[in-house]
């Protein structure tokens, strides 16, 4: 069973480069993140004729998540307990969807970036990095066996090695210790990371900003996991980061990560 998550950034301009990926990795499942458009406007059908199902959640041009595949979609969740809104009047964004896809629950997350250390949305950002620990380690405390998936565009990036330099990133987001420390609870409360062991070391990246040339200088961050419970760590048989998909016209700023599990 061969999973991805890809930040996308835009389902509507890169359709058919979803399509590609799909076929070119043989996905059985792809959470996509930052889709940017309401359900309405989801261009699902080019899915639908590749024989993937599709959940989606989109409110609007900003955010938005899915879950596309070919093993089932059951038990689609619009959120995760407790999911913090945000803004004036609050309203809980397009940040999280589970479903159950081949006995797996998977979670295609897209966690807030939190903009400027002391802004009122990394404060959000940290908040709802310590509702979805709660809500994690909740799943594993009714059911320690739970096949459970949390993966997506957790915009932190856990280790100096995963940002091309770290003295460019002092004082700024996803670097900072409380966001750090947020990311290790969840993997404290049980979630692995699933693609650093087959993909260790600096320069690793999953995304690189349009500005500056940033791809063809190799300056990128690692800010795209996927975690799992025990069970499904158990089953990993390989990961990898296609950073190919990074390149040529249209590109997404992010790359795709691919998990393989055993059958």
């Known amino acids: 069973m061969r999973i991805a998550t890809w930040n996308v950034n835009s389902i509507r301009s890169r359709i058919d480069r979803v399509v590609a990926v799909l076929e070119r990795h043989d996905l059985d499942v792809l959470l996509l993140q930052e889709t940017k458009c309401r359900d309405d ?15 989606m959640h989109g409110l609007n041009q900003w955010n938005g998540v899915a879950v596309v595949s070919r093993v089932g979609i059951e038990d689609v969740s619009v959120g995760f307990p407790a999911m913090p809104p945000y803004g004036d009047p609050p309203v809980a964004e397009a940040r999280a969807l589970g ?48 096949q459970v998936l949390l993966a997506g565009d957790w915009n932190i990036a856990p280790l100096d090695e995963d940002v ?3 003295g460019f990133f002092e004082g700024k987001t996803h670097v ?45 961050m690692r800010i795209d996991f996927a975690l799992g419970s025990p069970t499904v760590a158990a089953r990993v048989t390989d990961a990898s980061i296609d950073r190919e998909e990074r390149k040529g016209k249209g590109a997404s700023d992010h790359a795709p990560v691919i998990v393989t599990l055993d059958a």
């Open 99 to 146: 479903a159950t896809c081949g006995g797996v629950r998977v979670w295609s997350l897209y966690v807030p970036n939190g903009r400027e250390v002391g802004h009122e949305h990394y404060a959000y950002k940290l908040d709802w990095l310590s509702r979805l620990r709660d809500a994690a380690t909740g799943w594993l405390a009714e059911d320690p066996e739970a």
């Open 176 to 220: 900072t210790d409380p966001e750090r420390a947020a990311f290790r609870a969840v993997v404290d409360a049980g979630y692995a990371d699933l693609v650093r062991p087959f993909t260790p070391g600096p320069g690793t990246y999953t995304y690189w900003d349009y500005t500056q040339l940033r791809f063809p200088k190799r300056q990128g």
């Open 164 to 166: 091309w330099d770290v």
């Open 41 to 55: 406007q989801f261009p699902e059908m080019p899915l639908t004729a590749a024989g993937y199902e599709v959940a």
